[in-house]
């Protein structure tokens, strides 16, 4: 019997993706990572491999106000964080690089979060 590896599916999956996904200048990556407590977002032109806007839930101002709120909350004020400090940059269109995660829960409310914030993927 096999045993399942879900951190190195999960790393084939962010492979397959990153094939036909990349960042431009013009129309970065928002990438997503998920670890089992946080949950960090990078606007990245891998171009140039300069992360050009960042946010996690390890921030004092997220972590501050995340206090007894639940991780798909969190990921809601990270979203919206990240589309605020890409839009100081100018950066309004973007490409999302879920990260081999699914579409649902945490990503999903970070993803609309952003969108809120007024980034368009």
């Known amino acids: 019997m096999t045993r ?3 951190r190195q599916a999960r790393i084939k999956r962010h492979n397959r993706v990153r ?21 960090y ?9 300069n992360t050009m806007a960042a946010a996690s839930s390890l921030e004092p101002e997220i972590k501050e106000q995340a206090k007894k ?6 990921a ?3 979203g919206a964080l990240v589309g605020k400090r890409a839009l100081e940059k100018g950066i309004k269109e973007l ?6 995660y699914q579409y649902h829960g945490r990503v ?3 993803a609309e979060a ?6 368009k993927f």
């Open 95 to 100: 490409v999302f690089d879920r990260g081999g």
């Open 69 to 74: 709120k639940t991780k798909v909350a969190e």
């Open 19 to 39: 094939l036909n996904v990349s960042g431009t200048p013009e129309r970065p990556r928002l990438c997503v990572f998920r670890s089992l407590s946080h949950i």
């Open 114 to 119: 952003a969108r809120k914030a007024g980034l």
């Open 41 to 49: 977002a990078q606007v990245i032109d891998d171009t140039a491999g």
């Open 76 to 78: 809601e004020m990270v």
């Open 4 to 6: 399942v590896n879900y």
């Open 108 to 110: 999903k409310a970070l």
